[in-house]
C-alpha cells in the first residue's frame, strides 16, 4: 500500500522534525509538512533540516490555516499522485517504527477505512490520551464510552493520528473548513460513517502524544475555538432544521455549564468569554 503522511507545522519546528525522523525508517513513502506559521524562519528550519531528504517535501503557508485548511492544503495536491491511503499526523506525537505496519494489519485485518492507534500521553507514558471518543451528537457531550442514557452516541477518532483510504475522500470529500480548530474530526468520522465507511481503533498500535504541547487549555483561543466548534457541529450532524435547533439548545445549556464550573476552576474569565465569543463566531458563519 502507498501511503503518504501530512504533519501541519505552527511554530513548533523542533517537534516536527523529531516526529518526522521516526517516521524515516517505515513504509511511508512521502512525508509532506504543511508549514502553517506563516514564518519565514520556521521554514528556513525545515527547510536546513530536510534539503537533502527526497522523502520530504515541504509546502509553506503564507497564514495559519486551521487544521482542516493546513491538511487540506496537502491533500488536493496529493490525491491525484496514486497514493492509497493517508496518514495525518500531529507533530508533537512520538510514532513508534512499528506502528504504520501494524495499523497497516489492523486495517486490513477489521476491513477498516479509517484507523487510529491507542494514543498515550507524553511523558507520563502509561496514561492513555485516546483510544477512540464518544461524541453525543445532541448534547455534545464528548465521552470515553458511549452514554447510556442519551441517544445519538457516535464513535469518532482524533486527528491527531488518523490512517484514511484514499477511497473515503473520493468519496466524503475532505475536512469541513469552516473548522479551523477542534470538531473537525468528528464531522469528518460522522460523513464517513454515514456514507458506509467502517472506522476503528487498532489496539496493538500505539503512540504518545505530548499533550501538554498541542493546546494551552483555558486560553482564551482554546474555549473560543471549543466553544465555536461545538456549536458548529450542531448544524453540521443534522439535515432537518428541528435537529439542529434541539442540538443548539442543549449545547448552549452544557457549555454554558461548562463555562461556569472552568471559571471556578481556572478563576478567570477565560471560559465565559470564549463561550460567548464563540456564539458570536458561529452565528457569522450563518449570517
Known amino acids: 500500500m502507498k501511503i503518504c503522511a501530512v504533519l501541519l507545522n505552527h511554530f513548533g519546528h523542533q517537534e516536527t522534525i523529531d516526529c518526522v525522523n521516526r517516521l524515516m525508517n517505515t513504509v511511508i513513502e512521502k512525508i509532506i509538512i504543511v508549514e502553517n506559521s506563516g514564518s519565514k524562519e520556521e521554514l528556513q528550519q525545515l527547510n536546513n533540516a530536510f534539503k537533502k531528504n527526497r522523502v520530504v517535501d515541504i ?17 488536493k495536491r496529493l ?7 493517508f496518514l495525518l499526523l500531529n507533530n508533537d506525537t512520538l510514532p513508534p517504527e512499528d506502528i504504520i505496519q501494524k495499523m497497516l494489519t489492523g486495517l486490513k485485518t477489521a476491513s477498516l477505512d479509517i484507523a487510529a492507534p491507542i494514543i498515550y500521553r507524553y511523558p507520563e507514558m502509561d496514561s492513555i490520551w485516546s483510544q477512540g471518543t464518544w461524541y453525543n451528537t445532541w448534547a455534545g457531550l464528548t465521552t470515553q464510552r458511549p452514554l447510556p442514557l442519551l441517544p445519538g452516541n457516535m464513535l469518532y477518532l482524533t486527528g491527531c493520528c488518523l490512517l484514511v483510504t484514499r477511497r473515503v475522500f473520493e468519496r466524503v470529500g475532505l475536512f469541513d473548513e469552516t473548522f ?17 465507511f467502517s472506522l476503528g481503533v487498532v489496539a496493538k498500535a500505539k503512540m504518545y502524544h505530548k499533550t501538554s504541547l498541542s493546546a494551552v487549555h483555558n486560553s ?17 450532524l443534522f439535515k432537518s432544521f428541528s ?25 478567570n474569565l477565560n471560559a465565559l468569554r470564549g463561550y460567548v465569543a464563540g456564539l458570536f463566531g458561529y452565528q457569522k458563519n450563518f449570517q
Open 59 to 75: 509546502l509553506p503557508s503564507t497564514r495559519n490555516l486551521g487544521f482542516a485548511g493546513g491538511v487540506n492544503y496537502a491533500l
Open 180 to 196: 479551523f480548530m477542534y470538531g473537525e474530526d468528528v464531522d469528518f468520522c460522522h460523513r464517513a460513517a454515514r456514507e458506509g
Open 220 to 236: 482564551l483561543f482554546y474555549e473560543y475555538h471549543i466553544n465555536r466548534s461545538h456549536l458548529l457541529l450542531a448544524r453540521k
Open 243 to 267: 435537529g439542529q435547533l434541539f442540538a443548539l439548545i442543549l449545547r448552549l445549556f452544557f457549555l454554558g455549564l461548562r463555562a461556569l464550573i472552568r471559571t471556578a476552576r481556572f478563576r
Open 79 to 85: 490525491l491525484p499522485d496514486g497514493y492509497d491511503a
